[in-house]
């Protein structure tokens, strides 16, 4: 395992406390994660990490993370996370976004193309197609959520993913956290989350890596062919048998197709 280290990092002068998992050399890459909650150093990270220097921030109002009640809309978000960044130390980097991460990754490209030097977006949130609606996530039930963001909804993994805690105190804690989680997410993005990234996506020049499981019931592959026709420097690549979170179902074909994009 890299050597990585949680620490709290002070953005706008103390106005957001942002928990941030960090580790690795190398070219920064900053991972933006999704409406599943705050990763901290997973396994997929780690491999990341023995190439780049990784950085995986917690959004405003997820985990220990602080100030989402300082943002009101989209703009304040971008400027957060273009804040963070020069708190971080950061002035370029790899960008990775998964879902959600992955609308907040588009839009500070697009706001900041400068900062962003290789973009990847996951299974991204970020546009609209009314014939292939992104699914209410915000309402699912677990057993409804296992069988969206799954290939194999029976698998061990996908079960062990929606269970909850047995202890009374931890089940409670786990409840309270996705809440809270979903809470940031819908403040940016209910109840859909198109915010005019059409509008700025001439804005996203840098060599883009647009990744997908081609079984994500959530936000379907269609997003992935307009997110394609959108960027004008994407590449798409669909892993076959995969839902919604290629790092968890499919972690060898998802870091080879990050590091291979990163590296080319």
Known sequence: MVAHSERMVSVRGGMFSVQVAEGGTGHPLV??????????????????????????????GVAESTGLNQLDDLWDLVQFYE????????????????????FCAAELAAHRPE??????LVNSLGLWLPEHPVA????????????MLWHDPESELARAYVAAPEGIEERMEHT???LQTLQSVAK?????????????AHRIAMPTLVLWGDSDRVIPPEYAAAFGDLLANATVTVIP???????????????DSVT???GS
């Open 83 to 102: 804040e963070l960044l020069d708190a971080l130390g950061v002035q370029s980097c790899y960008l990775v976004g998964h879902s959600y991460g992955g």
């Open 260 to 262: 291979g994009f990163l």
């Open 115 to 120: 900062r962003v030097s290789k973009l990847a």
């Open 136 to 147: 209410d996530f915000f309402i699912l039930t677990p057993d409804e959520r296992r069988e």
């Open 176 to 178: 309270l956290d996705r």
């Open 241 to 255: 048998q995969c839902g919604h979170i290629p790092q968890l179902e499919r972690p060898d074909e998802f870091h």
């Open 188 to 200: 940016f993005t209910w109840p859909i989350p198109e915010r005019g990234l059409t509008k700025r």
């Open 31 to 60: 991972f933006l994660h999704g409406a599943g909650g705050y990763v901290g150093w997973p396994d997929y990270l780690d491999r990341l990490a023995e190439k780049y220097h990784v950085y995986a921030p917690a959004h405003p």
